[in-house]
């Protein structure tokens, strides 16, 4: 089974309207790390938002916000007012096992995002 | 301050070639990662360092895939007798572990093409 599953492959989303990426995850470890990346054409990844897996309010990073549903192993990106520059593919990542254990980094395949202006 | 730097940035080879690919990281950075990004997937883990040994080589496809951090710093990912299907970009990755987020942060990756 997928450790990590990106279900929109692409989207497609007007200026400032808010978008709403999906992530599922699939762990039995009661301790991890969500992540959510940005990779820009460029090709360099940039961290956007982490959430623990004992956190128990969502993560918030400026326009980033991450729809944390444990229940349901469902970890999705919201991007607020969003702007030409958030057009890019976007990874959701997880680290099982504690903090400090466990270091490598599990990705999704990825949702290509564009912004229309 | 300076970001991870990977050198070569493009790197085209032949097959059964030998190539090297460096990783400078984020002064201070304990922890460094190899990945590996294929066309149209997400980064696959290869190695973890932390310090000057490997924590984690699990991610290495094969014996022909080896890696160093001789001084805790710069590390350099060897391939052996390259194959066509190594074609991909290496992404290298650091981290300071000093928070739960202990995130990592990443290079601009070097594109490998093996003919």
């Known amino acids: 089974a997928q450790k990590i599953t990106q279900t929109q492959p692409g989207m497609f989303v007007q200026e400032k309207e808010a978008v709403t990426l999906d992530c599922t995850y699939d762990?039995?470890?009661?301790?991890?790390?969500l992540f959510w990346y940005k990779q820009p054409s460029s090709g360099e990844m940039i961290f956007l938002i982490y959430?623990?897996?004992?956190?128990?309010q969502n993560a918030t990073e400026g326009r980033y916000s991450l729809n944390f549903q444990k229940a349901r192993k469902s970890a999705n990106l919201v991007i607020s007012a969003s702007q030409l520059g958030d057009s890019a593919m976007y990874f959701c990542?997880?680290?099982?096992?504690?903090?400090?254990?466990?270091?490598?980094?599990?990705f999704g395949t990825g949702t290509r995002l564009t912004i229309i202006p | 301050g300076a970001g991870v730097s990977q050198t070569p940035s493009n790197k085209v080879t032949e097959k059964g070639k030998y190539v090297e690919l460096r990783c400078d990281p984020i002064?201070?950075?304990?922890?460094l990662y190899w990945y590996r990004q294929s066309l149209g997937q997400g980064p696959e883990f290869l190695i973890y360092?932390?310090?000057?040994?490997?924590?984690?080589d699990s991610g290495l496809p094969n014996d022909r895939f080896f890696a160093v951090r001789p001084e805790g710093s710069v590390s350099t990912l060897k391939i052996q007798r390259t194959e066509r299907g190594d074609s991909a970009v290496y992404l290298c990755a650091s981290s300071l572990r000093d928070r739960a987020t202990n995130e990592q942060f990443f290079g601009p990756g070097t594109r490998l093409t093996v003919l």
């Open positions: 002064s201070g950075h304990t922890a």
């Open positions: 990542a997880m680290r099982e096992g504690p903090d400090f254990g466990n270091e490598k980094l599990t």
């Open positions: 762990t039995s470890d009661q301790s991890y790390g």
């Open positions: 360092f932390q310090g000057t040994g490997a924590a984690d």
């Open positions: 959430q623990g897996s004992y956190d128990e």
